[in-house]
């Protein structure tokens, strides 16, 4: 199985930081990461796919790269709606081909 | 627009079954895959399965192997995954989500449902 690690865990940052959020992947997944967005009480949303397409009407401040085992997610200037919990997520021809990080807290500081 | 519609939240006993549904609209419904993803209370994502509304391939993760099946319904867009043997562990919102990879397995997740809760208490 291919494990995710997200760091760090929770993050504590003021409206118009810089956040970088990281994810690593225990072997190689090339280019398929995705990252999502949760807000509390609320279905995930599909910030990225293939670690740098960004998905359907997701702002410029939001960014994706990496490849391999490296992966993170860029918010260039916080606004207030971006605290939130990120997760990355993976896919692989190997079992379990779908596995999701633990997750990251964006918290207001 | 692209809507994922569940069904309402279930209360189950321990042993029994849920079947948790996923009506889909604004979008050709056989052309994309269906993901299951749970969330327990407090916790992270935890994908479970996968069925190709195009050809009926599935996926899953190994865990919920012979104790999840999935249907769906062409005619009317519509989704199903049933949860047999229900465990208090079994407690956690299940979303439903579009994948736009139709046929070869899940890739990753677009559109997502509004979430079901699924209680298991005796």
């Known amino acids: 199985e291919i494990v995710l690690t997200q760091s760090p865990a929770t993050l504590s940052l003021s409206p118009g930081d810089r956040a970088t959020l990281s994810c690593r992947a225990s072997?190689?997944?090339?280019?398929?990461l995705a990252w999502y967005q949760q807000k509390p009480g609320q279905a995930p949303r599909l910030l990225f796919y293939d670690s740098s397409n960004r998905a359907t009407d997701i702002p410029a401040r939001f960014s994706g790269s990496g490849s391999g085992t490296d992966f993170t997610l860029t918010i260039s200037s916080l606004e207030p709606e971006d605290f939130a919990v990120y997760y990355c997520?993976?896919?692989?021809?190997?079992?379990?081909?779908?596995?999701f990080g633990q997750g990251t807290r964006l918290e207001i500081k | 627009q692209v809507q994922l519609v569940q069904s309402g939240a279930e209360v189950k006993k321990p042993g029994a079954s849920v079947k948790v549904s996923c009506k889909a609209s604004g979008y050709t419904f056989s052309s994309y895959g269906i993901a299951w993803v749970r969330q327990a209370p407090g916790q992270g994502l935890e994908w479970m399965a996968w069925?190709?509304?195009?050809?009926?391939?599935?996926s899953f993760a190994q865990k919920f192997q012979g104790r999840v099946a999935m249907t769906t319904d062409t005619s009317t867009s519509t989704a199903y995954m049933e949860l047999r043997s229900l465990r208090s562990d079994d407690t956690a919102v299940y979303y439903c989500?579009?994948?736009?990879?139709?046929?070869?397995?899940?890739?990753?997740?677009?559109?997502w449902g509004q979430g079901t809760l699924v209680t298991v208490s005796s």
């Open positions: 997520q993976q896919r692989s021809n190997w079992p379990p081909p779908i596995t």
């Open positions: 072997q190689s997944v090339g280019y398929y």
């Open positions: 989500a579009r994948d736009p990879r139709r046929s070869v397995g899940p890739g990753h997740f677009d559109y």
């Open positions: 069925i190709s509304a195009y050809n009926g391939h599935t």
